[in-house]
Nanobody, 121 residues
Framework: EVQLQAFGGGLVQPGGSLRLSCAAS????????MTWVRQAPGKGFERLSY????????SYTDSVKGRFTISRDNAKNTLYLQMNSLKPEDTAVYYC??????????????WGQGTQLTVSS
């Protein structure tokens, strides 16, 4: 069974940093592209970032470009999201999601429970 569990959320002050992790199991992690998605209170899902199966190609939506960095450790079946210069509008539940292919796709076929990030002073 495919399982994706995000960890590392919490309360952070504006301008602060935090790293999220996602533990993956139930599939060959190194064969698939991965994404980070978030849902802010009262809003829909927003795709934040993408990384291909090997980790050599990444992309970011404009709202987080230059502040967030996606990475992966295929030996540990783990996806990461380093978040810097955090803003109150980053407050959301963050989810990791599996893409159905090894490279870019606007689709994802599995996602986990997510972890809450609150940015507030």
């Amino acid at each position: 069974e495919v399982q994706l569990q995000a960890f590392g959320g919490g309360l952070v002050q504006p301008g602060g940093s935090l790293r999220l992790s996602c533990a993956a199991s139930g599939f060959t992690f190194s064969s698939y592209a991965m994404t980070w998605v978030r849902q802010a209170p009262g809003k829909g899902f927003e795709r934040l970032s993408y990384i291909n199966s090997g980790g050599g190609s990444t992309s970011y939506t404009d709202s987080v470009k230059g502040r967030f960095t996606i990475s992966r450790d295929n030996a540990k079946n783990t996806l990461y999201l380093q978040m810097n210069s955090l803003k109150p509008e980053d407050t959301a539940v963050y989810y990791c999601a599996k893409s159905p292919y090894s490279d870019y796709s606007p689709w994802y076929d599995y996602w986990g429970q997510g972890t809450q990030l609150t940015v507030s002073s």
